[in-house]
């Protein structure tokens, strides 16, 4: 909405960022549409949620999963809590409330320096929380036309969608996580970031 754009300072002059872009009109006008990468200004200036929050909203997630039948489950909450520590500390904390939910945990990218530096390996943890792979994102959706195709969408001939990284970029990703003892798990809905993927 237009106020979040002004907390953000994106304009319809502002360039579109290489690995996303602002949706707009025929006239160049701002539509509300935002694509990939292009968000991050947006959720820069969100407020963060405190501790209490963050583990309540995983405290919902995890007794809903119970209510469901679901003992386990695979995911990544590591871009919401901020941080690994916070992220094994809830989980632990919600155990010791009598909340048991198993949980494989992708590690996001943007958290391969702490990773690093609490020497974490792959497979880490018990029966309750286990560190799994690296997750990365290589493109988009086919819904948003954001999925990389090799050619260009039938319904949408302008583009054939976007690559979150360079080839370069997803080398170094791919590089780094495996010198640190991890897998990786690559979004990659289109062709053209399958392809992306598989050279990485």
């Known amino acids: ?9 994106i304009t ?11 949706g707009r009109d025929s006239n160049g006008a701002l539509n509300g549409w935002i694509y990939e990468e292009a968000c991050k200004p947006l959720i820069a200036v969100q407020p963060e949620d405190g501790y209490d929050a963050k583990k309540a909203t995983i405290r919902a997630a995890a007794k809903h999963a119970l209510e469901l039948g679901l ?3 695979h995911t990544e909450d590591l871009r919401y809590l901020g941080g690994i520590e916070v992220m094994r500390r809830i989980h632990r904390e919600l ?4 909340i048991y939910l198993r949980s494989h945990q992708l590690l996001f990218h943007d ?3 702490e990773i690093q530096s609490l020497g974490l390996t792959a497979g880490e943890g018990d029966e309750w929380l286990r560190l799994g792979a690296v997750k ?5 959706a086919i819904g948003g036309r954001t999925a990389l195709l090799n050619a260009p969408y039938h319904d949408a001939p302008h583009t054939s969608g976007m690559a979150i990284h360079s080839l370069e970029r997803l080398f170094e990703l791919t590089k780094r996580s495996r010198s640190l003892g991890f897998p990786i798990a ?3 809905i289109g062709d053209g970031a399958a392809d992306l993927t598989l050279r990485a």
């Open 71 to 73: 003992t386990a489950v």
């Open 186 to 188: 690559v979004h990659a």
């Open 95 to 98: 155990r010791e409330e009598g």
């Open 136 to 140: 990365i994102f290589s493109d988009g």
């Open 12 to 22: 319809a002059d502002t360039p579109d960022p290489p690995s996303g872009a602002f």
């Open 111 to 113: 958290y391969l320096d």
């Open 1 to 9: 909405n237009t106020q979040a754009f002004d907390r953000a300072q």
